[in-house]
């Protein structure tokens, strides 16, 4: 599976973003999803996940209430809305594939990443 993320930019605080993470291959909803990010000097960390038929989301508390999690199966993209941005949501934002997970928040777990997709919040 190839992962390739898009939608980053640069939006005021108080701003909305839509990332997307287009998926190659045929098997895309066996795959469970997730979002990370990554700001500079710390380390990489989870922000959202979405199970393979999308009924299921998990979120990280500090993006809880101001983003959402959704898939398309048919177009193999996986969304991250982001409303309400803060300047400490800046980051570099990675999507990331598993076909199983048994921990949201351990990279590791996941097989695949994107290439990231920068987004920069202004105050």
């Known amino acids: 599976v190839q992962l390739q993320a898009s939608g980053g930019g640069l939006v005021q605080a108080g701003g909305s973003l839509r990332l997307s993470c287009a998926a190659s291959?045929?098997?895309?909803?066996?795959?469970?999803m997730a979002w990370f990010r990554q700001a500079p000097g710390k380390e990489r960390e989870f922000v959202a996940g979405?199970?393979?038929?999308?009924?299921?989301?998990y979120y990280a508390e500090s993006v809880k209430g101001r983003s959402t999690i959704s898939r398309d199966n048919a177009k193999n993209t996986v969304y991250l809305q982001m409303n309400s941005l803060k300047p400490e949501d800046t980051a570099v934002y990675y999507c990331?594939?598993?076909?199983?997970?048994?921990?949201?928040?351990?990279?590791?777990?996941?097989?695949?990443w994107g290439q990231g997709t920068q987004v920069t919040v202004s105050s």
């Open positions: 990331a594939a598993s076909l199983k997970v048994t921990g949201w928040r351990k990279m590791g777990e996941y097989d695949y």
């Open positions: 979405i199970m393979w038929s999308g009924q299921i989301t």
């Open positions: 291959g045929r098997t895309f909803s066996s795959y469970v």
